[in-house]
């Protein structure tokens, strides 16, 4: 467990080294939350509710997905492993006594662990600018839920992004063309854009079988009290669901993929 | 200079080749920019499904903005994303130092040398956009305001390069730039829809102070009619102004880079 | 001697580096503070290289040796100095300057990866303007000389280390350079590559009398190849002439390899001189110049000898006792 630690901090102290890495892409976050709010400002110029959302609905809804992106979709295991893999630098993890997606999982959390400290920073800035209208549910049973979402949350991303990285086992000359594909899915389909309750019943139910809404969207609509009762217990057992999924397959996939790595003896 | 053009087409030349070793790039190509362009189209019609009208852009105008928009993307793709974005790695491997040797100049050889002539596939789908939206609109557009958007947009292209070209460089500077792709984004993102859609005081700044804003957006204005004509060499000005800089600022870099380093 | 193409005047080279503490406190204190240090890595360097040379620049890691070429490149702009290469100062640049030499250094790469050496080729071909019929000429040269011809058209990720150092070594001559500077030319290389690679230089040397300037911290790259050679540590040259010279000046003894028909006892050795090894029938005696015709007499007279040899110290002992002298005198 202490060498799982020594990475954690190992991480932090990486972090701190890419600062400006890091500013950049506190800043990319920051401004695809600006981006999309004056989008939606735009709209409710000549409209006083879109889809059942009233202007200070939408901001709040925006202005949680910016929340939940820094600490959901922030993983440095997403840019990295496949590089690792292609570049056969992942032979270097093998041989150590270190389960290699563990050491990625914990570095990840660091890093989570040090987006929420600087995102508590900006985040409080853009809420006095803004004043976003937030009403925490008080109930109990909703924010256990939330917390439970977001935890599932951040596992099905991190998942996610492995199975991605996986193909560089078999196509090493293109990994970014796999993480490029998952990464616009999410965006359109994690409800990072726009609220998702806002699409016809049948896309509603077709997004359920997918993994992305219970990545952005369900936590969000969690926490604004959108979702109770049956409801909520059938939202977080699909969650869970999609978790083993996930879980499975990813460990299918890296089964195989180290199989065939080892075979070419890297 | 005859020379430089002999270099640039066997820099095409071999990029080309390279880039067909590995197969399932082009493959990829496709499908992403099918996709994008299919959720594109779907977020346009979610936003617009309220109004017809915003910020005095219809549905079909912002359509063929984002048509153009891909267009250009794509082909700034084709040109010099990849060449850019593998500065840092020049930099941190030392492979910098072998083009520094080389008796060409070294910002033209690395901005031309990473092609993706395959990459116009994505301009077609871009112009594929382009065309419904025109067809949808029904407009009569003049050949002045169509050299006017040709122009504008050439313009633009190298507004964004002399940009991204300059922020590349800064890995000179700074250690590992791996933020470089994020950067990228960054500049390109608000790009994808009128900038004017983002309220008067944000396009200002976006368009005169960054001139981000003469990329796309204006291009497409003039074709409209909704920009006044003089805007054109506004556009001009800013890509002159754009590359000079970029010149500029990389062999300032490089004078640096010789000096400090060992 | 006519007039040296290459001309280096008390060239200096410092720079700063920063100090980071380890440790998480450390990381966080950089992002606030750098505190800055100087780096001497050229100290004062005077030489002249004239047109054909095959020098050798000798020293141990962080020498200055990579600096100096790199200065002699054209990718330093040094600290202060005289630098002149085929009349040209190298840091400004010019393309007339630079389509006459050329620079590999050993781990950075110039061969597109995943393409044949042969695409590569054709590119610096264009980069350099070199003429259609030279271009073929030079081509089947150096393909003959590397022995080559039947993987010019195998991608480069798929050669050998070997492999890939000879089609480095084509790209970098495909434009017939006056002076070839060498970084490390043989790190990484087995054994057979090394002499293979030592064998090309010199014959490139004759055939073309290119200027050849290589940096090297191996003893045999030196052994082997150069007649001159320059020693350089802490950015400072020690020694710069012919490498016989050096061991005359700086070797004060001889070894002597005597092999034995019987054991004898290690201490009768101490009459000859300093015993450096030992291990029967084997056994290596270190005398001084001036008494080795006496010793070797008495070896043959007194011990029972079956075969005696005699050789000069080994360079590495004599070019580390040229380190060591300058740091006691400094």
């Known amino acids: 467990m202490l060498k799982y630690f020594t990475i954690f901090s190992l991480s932090l102290q990486n972090e701190f080294t890419y600062r400006l890495n890091f500013i950049l892409w506190r800043s990319r976050n920051i401004l695809r939350f600006l981006m999309t709010f004056f989008l939606w400002q735009g709209v409710f110029y000549s409209n006083r509710s879109v889809f059942g959302y009233s202007q200070q609905d939408m901001l709040t809804y925006v202005f949680l997905v910016l929340v939940i992106n820094t600490f959901v979709l922030s993983a440095p295991s997403a840019e990295n492993i496949g590089g690792e893999i292609a570049r056969g630098d992942l032979s270097n993890y093998l041989v150590k006594p270190v389960n290699y997606l563990k050491y990625w999982f914990t570095r990840d959390l660091s890093s989570k662990v040090l987006n929420l400290a600087f995102a508590v920073f900006e985040i409080s800035v853009l809420a006095l600018m803004l004043r976003p209208d937030i009403k925490l549910p008080e109930d109990l049973v909703n924010l256990l839920a939330f917390f439970l979402a977001s935890v599932l949350a951040m596992v099905i991303y991190f998942l996610i992004s492995i199975t991605a990285a996986s193909f560089a086992f078999w196509r090493p000359e293109d990994i970014w063309g796999a993480r490029f594909f998952i990464a616009i899915l999410i965006e359109t389909f994690a409800g990072g854009i726009f609220p998702l309750d806002i699409l016809p019943g049948f896309l509603k139910i077709v997004l359920q079988l997918t993994p992305f809404p219970y990545l952005i969207y369900f936590p969000i609509a969690i926490i604004l009290g959108k979702i109770t009762g049956i409801t909520l217990i059938r939202i977080l057992f699909q969650s869970l669901v999609w978790t083993l999924l996930m879980f499975f397959l990813a460990k299918l996939l890296w089964k195989k993929g180290l199989k065939s790595y080892s075979a070419e003896g890297k | ?262 | 001697m006519e007039e040296p193409i290459i001309k280096v005047g008390d060239l200096k080279k410092y720079y700063k580096v920063h100090q980071k503490e380890p440790g998480l406190i450390g990381s966080v204190k950089s992002l606030f503070s750098r505190k800055y240090y100087d780096v001497k890595a050229v100290d004062g360097v005077s030489f002249e290289i004239g047109e054909g040379e095959l020098v050798g620049f000798i020293g141990p890691n962080g020498a200055g040796k990579t600096t100096t070429l790199k200065v002699l490149s054209g990718l330093l702009y040094p600290t202060s100095g005289k630098v002149q290469v085929l009349d040209f100062t190298p840091w400004e640049r010019k393309t007339a300057f630079q389509k006459q030499f050329s620079l590999v250094m050993g781990q950075k790469n110039q061969l597109w990866w995943d393409l044949p050496a042969m695409e590569s080729f054709i590119l610096n071909k264009e980069i350099y303007e070199v003429p259609d019929d030279q271009y073929k000429k030079t081509l089947d040269e150096l393909v003959e000389l590397l022995e080559v011809e039947d993987i010019l058209k195998i991608q480069v990720r798929k050669l050998s280390l070997g492999q890939r150092m000879k089609m480095e070594l084509i790209a970098a001559l495909i434009h017939s350079p006056k002076i070839l500077f060498l970084d490390e030319p043989t790190i990484g290389l087995d054994v057979v590559m090394q002499k293979k690679m030592r064998d090309f230089i010199r014959e490139y040397n004759k055939r073309f009398n290119a200027t050849i300037i290589l940096t090297s911290h191996y003893m045999d790259d030196v052994k082997e190849l150069c007649e001159r050679v320059i020693i350089i540590d802490h950015g400072k040259i020690l020694f710069d002439g012919k490498l016989e010279a050096i061991i005359k000046k700086f070797a004060d003894h001889k070894l002597l390899t005597v092999i034995l028909e019987r054991e004898v006892d290690a201490e009768k050795f101490r009459e000859i001189g300093k015993l450096e090894s030992y291990e029967f029938p084997r056994a290596v005696i270190s005398v001084k110049r001036s008494k080795v015709s006496e010793a070797a007499a008495k070896l043959l007279k007194d011990f029972p000898v079956d075969d005696l040899n005699i050789e000069e110290a080994q360079i590495e002992d004599i070019i580390r006792e040229v380190f060591t002298a300058e740091n006691v005198k400094s």
């Open chain 2, 1 to 262: 200079m005859k020379h430089y053009f002999k270099v640039f087409l066997a820099l095409l030349n071999i990029s080309a080749k390279n880039y067909l070793e590995k197969r399932w790039n082009v493959f990829g190509i496709i499908t992403n920019s099918t996709i994008s362009l299919i959720i594109m189209v779907i977020f346009v019609n979610v936003y617009f499904s309220f109004s017809k009208e915003i910020f005095g852009w219809t549905k079909y105008q912002v359509f063929l903005l984002t048509g153009i928009y891909r267009c250009v993307s794509s082909l700034f793709y084709v040109l010099f994303f990849r060449s850019i974005n593998w500065i840092p790695n020049y930099v941190q491997r030392g492979t910098l130092d072998i083009f520094l040797t080389k008796p060409i100049n070294s910002q033209f050889y690395i901005t031309f040398r990473l092609t993706r002539i395959f990459e116009l596939f994505s301009v077609l789908t871009g112009l594929v956009l382009v065309y419904y939206s025109l067809q949808k609109m029904d407009i009569m557009v003049s050949i002045i305001n169509w050299s006017f958007l040709i122009l504008g947009l050439l313009a633009g292209l190298l507004i964004l390069y002399g940009i991204y070209f300059s922020l590349s460089t800064l890995s000179i500077w700074i250690g590992r730039f791996s933020g470089i792709t994020d950067v990228f984004y960054i500049l390109r993102e608000p790009l994808a829809i009128p900038l004017d859609l983002f309220g008067k005081t944000t396009s200002f700044v976006l368009t005169f102070i960054i001139p981000l804003g003469f990329i796309i957006t204006v291009p497409v204005r003039l074709f409209f009619g909704m920009s006044p004509w003089y805007f054109l060499f506004f556009g001009v000005f800013f890509a002159s102004l754009a590359v000079w800089f970029s010149s500029w600022f990389w062999n300032f870099s490089l004078k640096h880079y010789t000096s400090a380093s060992s």
